[in-house]
């Protein structure tokens, strides 16, 4: 990197791979060296310690073009570049943060390049608007879309054929679904309506009375162990109650000996990070 650091202090290592520009390279042997760098312009000097590699894969380009355009800005103007194009010779790394901190910093309005100073001299960053030239292009392209092969491929392997069902592979349970969608079916405001294929037959229903009657048993036993959430139970059911969600049974209610009845057992289902709904 440097051919002077060959008097100074030295230290061969192996340091085979060395990421610099976004680049890998190999280098199977790395020396260490240490040595003195200071601002063109100042006579204040600093000690660096690097590892010597052959080469980098970054290069400065060359200012002189856009020289120019920097000195029209008028923050920017006063303002000497000291800029030599050609490889990178020495790449300072986040171990010398002092050596990149700010002293002095120049800006613009929106947009505009910012020139900041720091121990080594002044540097500047922008975007180069001479750096390329925008191109427009337009394109005129007319494509016949052919929506039913949309439609095709959206229903593929869940469109029913096109064929009449034979009823006689029709199970009994398929038949009583079949006939009221049959009878019933009907279209209204450009849309069609259809009732659920509900089972009708009461006899189907079973008698879960004890069993609804035990989870209750379980229900109010557990509750009577933890008073918080027993509170909590009794406030959601006085709620369903104020809002009609749940009504108590009269008398004539419980005469059920004519009425096809099924029970639905509940328990509650506690959150307690849930501050509008715990239960």
């Known amino acids: ?9 030295q ?7 060395a990421g610099v520009g976004g680049k890998r390279l190999e280098q199977p042997h790395s020396r260490r060296v240490n040595f003195y760098i200071a601002g063109l312009k100042s006579n204040e000097e600093f000690k660096i310690e690097a590892h010597e590699i052959d080469k980098t894969s970054l290069n400065v380009p060359d200012l002189d073009r856009n020289l120019y355009l920097l000195n029209s800005f008028s923050h920017l103007q006063g303002i000497q570049f000291d800029h030599i194009a050609g490889p ?3 790449i300072l790394g986040v171990h010398y943060t002092h050596l990149h901190a700010e002293e002095e910093t120049r800006r613009g309005d929106a947009f505009q390049p910012v020139t900041k100073k720091t ?13 390329g030239t925008p191109e427009v292009y337009s394109i005129h392209l007319v494509q016949i879309i052919d929506l039913e092969k949309f439609y095709e491929f959206e229903t593929l392997g869940v469109q029913a054929p096109n064929r009449q069902c034979s009823t006689l592979r029709l199970s009994p349970d398929d038949k009583r679904a079949i006939e009221p969608m049959e009878k019933l079916c009907k279209l209204e405001n450009n849309r069609y309506i259809i009732c659920l294929p509900w089972k009708r037959d009461k006899t189907l229903l079973p008698n879960n ?3 609804v009657e035990s989870r209750l048993q379980s229900l109010e036993k557990s509750l009577s162990k933890n008073e918080e959430k027993a509170k909590m139970y009794d406030d ?4 369903y109650q104020a809002n009609t969600w749940a009504i108590p049974l009269s008398e004539e209610d419980l005469k ?5 009845v099924y029970y639905l057992p509940h328990h509650g289902v506690y959150r307690p990070d849930k501050k509008s709904a715990p239960v």
């Open 11 to 17: 230290c061969v290592e192996d340091d085979r791979h």
């Open 119 to 131: 121990k080594l001299g002044s540097y500047v960053i922008g975007v180069n608007e001479e750096s």
């Open 256 to 260: 059920v000996e004519r009425k096809p």
């Open 1 to 9: 990197m440097l051919d002077f650091v060959k008097e100074m202090h």
């Open 88 to 90: 990178v010779n020495l």
């Open 209 to 211: 009375r004890s069993l």
């Open 236 to 239: 959601v059911i006085i709620q």
